[in-house]
């Protein structure tokens, strides 16, 4: 089995040399790798033009659906994997990705795993399972961090949406889970990634993730619970009742639980446990207030798109 290893970059050239040497490390080595630059001016085509072995592809102003769209075009090869520059990979990755399909699978599902090095990180990831190949195969949607598929799969759903800023690979997955694929996990296939530095950061990466959703219709079950929750909220806090209070404080313990627990399996030391209570309910009212804002955002570039068409 022969296979095309692609990645998309955009002003990546802190993250492009391990990349590449993670990819050079492998013990099933990619048999080309094709890589699309949407347009960096920090130095990393220069760095992918000297990269030995590496089909470049230079499309300024591609975004992320756009770019990968190109990279399979200028693929060889019928099996794709999918990887991001911005992530670490072990060397048994690319072997444990294609395992499924060698077995005859359409689509191959990594995993991944985020680097939590502080509180701030175990809170920004807390609604992230602690093992993350402890994921039900029948209902995953996995990202393009840790991807492999046949052509046909892709081309079966007429590839990446160009017009999708972002959650593209999101919207790929639902179309081959109504399509029936064969889609089959590759837990061991991790590819290793670092949560959002700062408040800022992590706004805009919640608020971008939920403005796909709206734009692409996705999920749109879980942005109208997580309405309706809040909305709820807002009208018990309001009320003179004590028994409405005391739901939503029950409430609210219920759904900051889990996360706190994962929180603190992360992070054993007895001062981050003490603020991870207090703190990833924030973390969680936070997020979910990005993607409120998102989602509202999203549906309104959808009804543009509508009128315009």
């Not at 207030?289 to 543009?304: D, E, F, I, P, S």
């Amino acid at each position: 089995m022969k296979v095309s290893l692609i990645a998309t970059v955009l002003d990546a050239a802190d993250d492009i040399g391990g990349f590449l040497a993670s990819v050079a490390a492998q013990t099933r080595m990619p048999d080309e790798v094709v890589i699309v630059d949407g347009g960096s001016t920090d130095g990393t085509v220069e760095i992918l033009r000297a990269a030995e072995g590496v089909t470049l592809v230079e499309a300024p102003g591609a975004n992320i659906a756009r770019g990968r769209n190109l990279a399979i075009a200028h693929a060889t090869h019928d099996v794709i994997a999918v990887a991001d520059a911005d992530c670490a990979y072990g060397e048994g990755w690319l072997a444990a990705l294609l395992g499924p399909l060698e077995a005859g699978a359409d689509v191959a599902m990594g995993v991944t795993d985020p680097v939590v090095a502080s509180l701030f990180d175990a809170c920004v990831t807390c609604n992230l399972p602690v093992d993350p190949g402890g994921v039900d195969e029948d209902t995953f949607l996995p990202s393009a961090r840790s991807l492999a598929f046949r052509r046909e799969a892709i081309e079966a759903v007429g590839g990446y949406p160009e017009w999708l800023a972002i959650g593209e690979d999101t919207w790929v997955d639902l179309r081959w889970r109504e399509r029936a694929m064969d889609l089959r996990l590759a837990p061991e296939a991790v590819a290793s990634w670092r949560p959002r530095e700062d408040l800022v950061g992590l706004w805009r990466q919640y608020f971008r993730y939920a403005r796909g959703d709206g734009e692409a219709a996705m999920h749109p079950e879980r942005h109208a619970i997580r309405f309706a929750t809040y909305g709820g909220l807002a009208l018990t806090i309001g009320s003179r009742r004590r028994w409405p209070k005391a739901l939503a404080l029950m409430g609210a313990v219920a759904y900051a639980g889990e996360p706190i627990r994962r929180t603190w399996r992360r992070r054993p030391d007895p001062a981050d446990r003490a603020l991870a209570v207090v703190a990833v309910p924030a973390f969680l009212a936070y997020t979910d207030v990005a993607k409120m804002a998102g989602y509202l955002a999203g549906l309104a570039r959808r009804a543009r798109r509508g009128q315009a068409s």
